[in-house]
C-alpha cells in the first residue's frame, strides 16, 4: 500500500510569513495526526482528527496554527504568522480507527526553517 | 502529567554486543507503550508495542510496571540496528503518542 505523503518536503520562509504544509494519509486510515518535532527533541502532537473532526488540539498554538482536513481524507497545516521558534520537521501520520492504540504510520515530514 | 524520559541521547556498542535502551515513563493510569524506530534516511516506523509481547528484528521489550520502565534490549546488536529510537506511550485505548527524546543507536563494527 502507498504511504503518508507529505509537501513540500523542505521549506524556507522569513518570520512572519505564512506557511501551508499537505498531507495525504494511507487510503482508508481514518485518523491523522500532526506533530512537530524540534531538533534533539521527540515528536509532539500538534492536532488529531477522527475522519474529519477534531480530536485533540490541545498543543496546537491556535493564534497562529491552523489544521483542517476536509472531506475526511487530506490534511493541511498552516502557520501564520511563523515564528522561529517554529522551525521544525512536521510529520504527518495516519492509523486505522479499527486499532485504537495501534500502529500510526508516518510521513516522510516537512523541514520548515524560519529566517 | 505524562513524560517519557530516555536518558541516553547517544549509545554506542560494538556489533555482537548486548543493547539495552532505556525508556522510564510517568502516567496515571495504565498506558500502552511503544518502541519507534527511524533508520537513516527512512520515516519513523513502529518497532514493537508492549501488548503484542513479540520480538522484532531480535529486539524485546518488556514492560515493568513497579519500576515504570520499558527497556529495548536485544541480546547481540547489528551493524543495521544503527538508528534512532524513540520510547513512546499512549493512554489505554487512546490513539496519540507521547515520544521521548529519542537515543541515536550506533553500533560499531
Known amino acids: 500500500e502507498a504511504g503518508v505523503a507529505q509537501s513540500p518536503r523542505y521549506k524556507i520562509i522569513e518570520k512572519r510569513q505564512s506557511v501551508a504544509f499537505w498531507c495525504n494519509p494511507i487510503?482508508?486510515?481514518?485518523?491523522l495526526y500532526w506533530y512537530q518535532q524540534i531538533l534533539g527533541q521527540g515528536p509532539k502532537l500538534l492536532i488529531q482528527?477522527?475522519?474529519?473532526?477534531?480530536?485533540?488540539d490541545s498543543q496546537l498554538p491556535k493564534d497562529r496554527f491552523s489544521a483542517e482536513r476536509l472531506k475526511g481524507v487530506d490534511s493541511t497545516l498552516k502557520i501564520q504568522p511563523a515564528k522561529l521558534e517554529d522551525s521544525a520537521v512536521y510529520l504527518c501520520?495516519?492509523?486505522?480507527?479499527?486499532?485504537?492504540?495501534?500502529?500510526?504510520?508516518f510521513g516522510p515530514g516537512t523541514r520548515l526553517t524560519v529566517l | 502529567a505524562q513524560r517519557v524520559t530516555q536518558p541516553e541521547k547517544l549509545l554506542s556498542v560494538f556489533k555482537g554486543a548486548p543493547v539495552e535502551l532505556k525508556c522510564n515513563y510517568s502516567y496515571s493510569g495504565s498506558p500502552e507503550l511503544f518502541w519507534y524506530v527511524q533508520y537513516s534516511r527512512q520515516r519513523l516506523q513502529l518497532l514493537l508495542r508492549?501488548?503484542s509481547r513479540e520480538s522484532i528484528k531480535g529486539f524485546t521489550a518488556d514492560l515493568n510496571k513497579g519500576e515504570t520502565s520499558f527497556h529495548l534490549k536485544k541480546p547481540f546488536a547489528q551493524e543495521e540496528d544503527s538508528a534512532m529510537y524513540y520510547c513512546a506511550l499512549s493512554g489505554p485505548g487512546a490513539n496519540n503518542l507521547f515520544f521521548g527524546t529519542g537515543t541515536r543507536l550506533t553500533v560499531i563494527p
Open positions: 508492549h501488548i
Open positions: 487510503s482508508g486510515h481514518a485518523t
Open positions: 482528527f477522527q475522519n474529519n473532526g477534531v480530536v485533540d
Open positions: 501520520a495516519s492509523s486505522s480507527y479499527r486499532e485504537p492504540g495501534g500502529e500510526q504510520f
